[in-house]
């Protein structure tokens, strides 16, 4: 069966710290993967998206960057986190052009 | 700009009651809506799919309603329960200009379901 996998659930980091986040994808092969992020209150914002493995794509300048190191694996990275990071980040895989499946989330909480 | 409007932002009902949610959208060409719910902390869950042709589907105590016309989808939940509480995201897929298929995501009702 194709499932989503992303760790850790919840995550507390000092700022200035570095940042890294992963999503695995099984089940499948050549996946389309995303990251975006959810600020309370507001929608999903797209951060990355990955069509193959080194094929990053950036849709909103930040401190955040993404790698795809291999098929399946999609990686969230900071270098320094900024206060501004904190939020609700979402790994999702895209089956087909109908849309998302998601991963169960992570909680950055900077401080 | 292509736009997903999504209301009330929050609802606070009780158990076993019915409710509505809505979705507005400003995306063109269309080409299929979602709906998603989304427990506290955990990623988006689809519920339903609606094409352009489609008018009502359900699942279970949810059934969605689709007017292309008015560019209106609705969502109404039947008999709540407590476990209903979450945010329920509307999502549009529609064409880009660039051939690809793009996603604009609505920013979501909280519903709160009480005993």
């Known amino acids: 069966s194709q499932t989503i996998h992303q760790w850790p659930a919840t995550l507390v980091q000092p700022v200035g710290s570095p940042l890294s986040l992963e999503c695995t994808v099984e089940?499948?092969?050549?996946?389309?993967l995303y990251w975006y992020r959810q600020a309370a209150g507001r929608g999903l914002q797209l951060l990355f998206y990955?069509?193959?493995?080194?094929?990053i794509s950036s849709e909103v300048p930040q401190n955040l960057s993404a790698s795809r190191p291999q098929d399946r694996q999609f990686i969230l990275s900071s270098k320094k986190l900024l206060l501004s990071d904190s939020g609700f980040y979402l790994c999702?895989?895209?089956?087909?052009?109908?849309?998302?499946?998601f991963g169960s989330g992570t909680r950055l909480t900077v401080v | 700009k292509n736009q997903v409007e999504q209301s009330p932002q929050s609802l606070i009902i009780l158990e076993g009651k019915n409710c509505t949610l809505q979705?507005?959208?400003?995306?063109?060409?269309?080409?299929?809506l979602r709906w998603y719910k989304q427990d506290t902390g955990r990623g988006p869950v689809s519920l339903t799919i609606?094409?352009?042709?489609?008018n009502t589907k359900s699942n279970g105590r949810y059934t969605a309603t689709l007017d292309a016309d008015t560019k209106q989808s609705s969502l109404h939940i039947t008999a709540s329960q407590l476990s209903d509480s979450a945010s329920y995201i509307c999502?549009?897929?529609?064409?880009?200009?660039?051939?690809?298929?793009?996603?604009?995501f609505g920013k979501g009702t909280k519903l709160s379901v009480i005993p």
């Open positions: 999702a895989w895209r089956p087909d052009e109908a849309g998302y499946t």
């Open positions: 609606m094409t352009f042709s489609e």
């Open positions: 089940g499948t092969s050549n996946p389309n």
């Open positions: 999502v549009v897929n529609y064409l880009s200009g660039a051939g690809s298929y793009q996603l604009t």
């Open positions: 990955s069509v193959g493995i080194g094929q």
């Open positions: 979705c507005n959208y400003t995306v063109s060409p269309f080409s299929n």
